[in-house]
């Protein structure tokens, strides 16, 4: 079994910064991405950021590019997005999940979600 469990959403100003941390334990071997997905009311879920936990490799959605950056301790089995500049379309309710194979911004590429956590953005 692999768990996730999420911290750090909350409320901030656009043009402020935001860090969610996503606490990952249980089986290495079912898992080698992490990835970072949101949803916005009304809005389908989109894969926002994710990193390859041996490889260091991330990827992101071309509207986060250059102010969210992710990241990973891997001694505290701990990944991090970092989210500065943060605009009022950064509003969503956050998840962080564990896959492997598959596309990364892809639902279907991750097989354990965590509960999420709100973030809240106002202008």
């Known amino acids: 079994q692999v768990q996730l469990v999420e911290s750090g959403g909350g409320s901030g100003q656009a043009g402020g910064s935001l860090r969610l941390s996503c606490v990952h334990s249980?089986?290495?071997?079912?898992?080698?991405?992490m990835g970072w997905f949101r949803q916005a009311p009304g809005k389908e879920r989109e894969g926002v950021a994710a990193?390859?936990?041996?490889?260091?490799?991330?990827y992101y959605i071309d509207s986060v590019k250059g102010r969210f950056t992710i990241s990973q301790d891997k001694a505290s089995k701990t990944v991090y997005l970092q989210m500065n500049s943060l605009k009022p379309e950064d509003t969503a309710t956050y998840y962080c999940?564990?896959?492997?194979?598959?596309?990364?911004?892809?639902?279907?590429?991750?097989?354990?979600w965590g509960q999420g956590t709100q973030v809240t953005v106002s202008s």
């Open positions: 999940a564990a896959g492997a194979g598959g596309k990364w911004y892809l639902e279907d590429s991750y097989d354990y």
């Open positions: 249980g089986d290495p071997y079912k898992y080698n991405r």
């Open positions: 990193i390859y936990l041996n490889l260091y490799s991330t």
